[in-house]
């Protein structure tokens, strides 16, 4: 099993950053990359971006790339997600997952996930 929990969220506004971290437990084969998703009111989860545990290799949604940055410190088992230049638009809950995929945007790929972290942007 694969534990998950994220921590950092909160309010902030327009123009401002954050940063969530996940801290991730569990056997590293069920992990093979991590993800973040985020999922506003009434609408679909999306995903955000990727990051390839073994390599480091990264990938994003065209709606965060350039503000938001996806890193992993292996010492601590934790995963961060910077988001800067923030959007009312980005106002959603935020999820950290994992998946045994390389790299996919599919939420149905994913096994395991986090509660959720709460980021609210005001303009």
């Known amino acids: 099993q694969v534990q998950l929990v994220e921590s950092g969220g909160g309010s902030v506004q327009a123009g401002g950053s954050l940063r969530l971290s996940c801290a991730v437990t569990?056997?590293?084969?069920?992990?093979?990359?991590l993800g973040w998703f985020r999922q506003a009111p009434e609408k679909e989860r999306e995903w955000i971006a990727n990051?390839?545990?073994?390599?480091?290799?990264?990938s994003y949604a065209d709606s965060v790339k350039g503000r938001f940055t996806i890193s992993q410190n292996i010492a601590k088992n934790t995963v961060y997600l910077q988001m800067n230049s923030l959007k009312p638009e980005d106002t959603a809950m935020y999820y950290c997952?994992?998946?045994?995929?390389?790299?996919?945007?599919?939420?149905?790929?994913?096994?395991?996930w986090g509660q959720g972290a709460q980021v609210t942007v005001s303009s």
């Open positions: 997952a994992a998946t045994r995929t390389i790299d996919s945007s599919r939420a149905a790929d994913f096994d395991y």
């Open positions: 569990g056997p590293s084969y069920l992990r093979t990359s």
């Open positions: 990051i390839y545990q073994y390599s480091g290799a990264t």
